[in-house]
């Protein structure tokens, strides 16, 4: 006989078009962002998780990971995504301000 537990907590499942893109920005190395981890679905939540763990803020732009998401991996952004891309430094060094304020 099978027993139905209606009070089993349901696990979350990954979003399968969740996607997520990962840049590193180091001037003195390269012109341009360079894509560093790109995924989708559980991997895409896997490059989440270790930003949050690692301290590195994240900034949502469906349209952008689209964009960025074709790119391959590292592959530095072209120019035509560096105004974009640009919004999204500036909004990861404001992050890391306002954290070393905290400190």
């Known amino acids: ?3 139905n537990n209606n009070n ?8 399968p078009n969740k996607k ?7 001037p003195s190395e390269r012109i341009a962002p360079v894509v560093v981890a790109k995924g989708q679905g559980r991997i895409a939540e ?12 994240i900034q949502q732009d469906k349209s952008l990971v689209e964009v960025l998401s074709k790119l ?6 072209p120019p035509e995504l560096y105004t974009l891309v640009a919004e999204v430094l500036s909004f990861v ?6 954290a070393g304020a905290k400190e």
Not at 8 to 15: D, E, G, R
Not at 93 to 98: G, H, I, M, N
């Open 72 to 77: 391959d991996l590292d592959q530095e952004v």
């Open 93 to 98: 060094y404001r992050s890391d301000q306002r």
């Open 20 to 26: 997520a893109v990962a840049l590193k920005y180091e």
């Open 46 to 57: 896997s490059i989440l998780e270790k930003a949050t763990e690692s301290g590195v803020p």
């Open 8 to 15: 089993a907590v349901p696990q979350p499942h990954p979003l």
């Open 1 to 3: 006989m099978r027993e």
